[in-house]
Each structure stands twice: as C-alpha cells, then as structure tokens.
C-alpha cells in the first residue's frame, strides 16, 4: 500500500504459475482486495506499468499493446486516469 500511495509504479506478475497454483489474474484480484481497488484504479495500476514495459519494444510493437489497452478501456467503459 506504501508504494502505491506514493504513485510508484506498480507491476503485478507472476514467476511461476505451476509452482504458485496462481494466475496472472488471481493476481490482480489479490491486489484489488487487498488495497480495496475499483476496476477503475485496478486499470490504471496495469496502465501505468506500459512505459516500462515495452522500453525495449518497437514503435509497431508499443502501439499495438497501447491499442489492446485502448480497446479493452473501451469496452470496459474505463478511463485513462492515470496517476
């Protein structure tokens, strides 16, 4: 929650899904349960995280990550409020 607060950059993952018995999903549910996450800020957090993750990418490889967030944005009735 420290991090968070402090609009750090926050990337939800998961190292091994065999071993864990745990999804890149359950994931984020955990993470919106346990900070009390709207799918709003659940959104965001993933959102804020592209910058850094497609840093060694394409500009065509960027833009189509950055189109599937738009569409699912769209879909969903979701904003870009970024923190």
Known sequence: ???YKKK??????????????????DEYVRVACTLDLNPQEIFNLSYSTTEYICK??????????FNKFHEFAKSQNLTFELF
Do not use: F, G, Q, V
């Open 1 to 3: 929650m420290h991090y």
């Open 8 to 25: 750090y950059p926050i990337l939800i993952s998961t190292d091994d899904r065999a071993m864990m018995c745990c999804s890149l999903s």
């Open 56 to 65: 060694n990418l394409t500009a065509d490889e960027k833009l189509h990550i």
